[in-house]
């Protein structure tokens, strides 16, 4: 007879839950529709268009800037490397660099400056180039500076050997 009678409670404990199962699942979907539909207005509201946002006034805004430029590489010349004659080196760049400012240096106190203001940037102390036989023999180092602020410079390292007889002035 105790058998029988824990046969009855089973069976009406499973009876039970099957008519509850369904109740508890409607409920469950209900509250996650909600909470789901919640999640979806708050992504809306942050990510609305400035267009049905409430208009603020007195708040200034800062125009965006355009990304900084980099100095990439000498053209016209390599690292290390012997040149002569007619040169014309230019300076490839990215960006905004607004401009650049190239100094020559060289043997003994040579120094020479010279502006570029639109690309190719070329260093053009002569017409069109520049005439190496116009300086002495000897190592010399261009460095290119961005006439915007927070660019690194470009230098370049290399040596004139004019086959002419070597003059002692500076390009005009």
Known sequence: MDAFRRGWVGLALFLSALVLMPVLVVQFQHDASRAS?????????????????????????????????TLTR??????????????????????????????????????YTLDAQAAPYLFNPHPGGWLTSEVDD??????????????????????????TATPSHQPT
């Not at 809306?44 to 430029?69: C, D, F, K, L, N």
């Not at 000897?138 to 290399?158: D, H, Q």
Request: proline share 8%; no cysteine; charged share 15%.
């Open 138 to 163: 000897g190592l010399y180092t261009l460095r290119a500076a961005a006439a915007n602020p927070g660019i690194a410079p470009a230098t370049i390292r290399f040596r004139i050997e004019n086959d």
């Open 37 to 69: 539909e919640a999640a979806d207005e708050l992504v809306e509201q942050q990510t609305a268009p400035a267009a049905s946002q409430p208009t603020q006034t007195g708040m200034i805004v800062a125009p965006t800037s355009a990304p900084p430029g």
């Open 74 to 111: 000498f053209e016209g010349v390599a690292e290390g490397t012997i040149i002569h004659g007619f040169q014309q080196i230019t300076l490839s760049t990215t960006g905004q660099v607004g401009g650049i400012r190239y100094t020559l240096t060289g043997p003994g106190d040579f120094s």
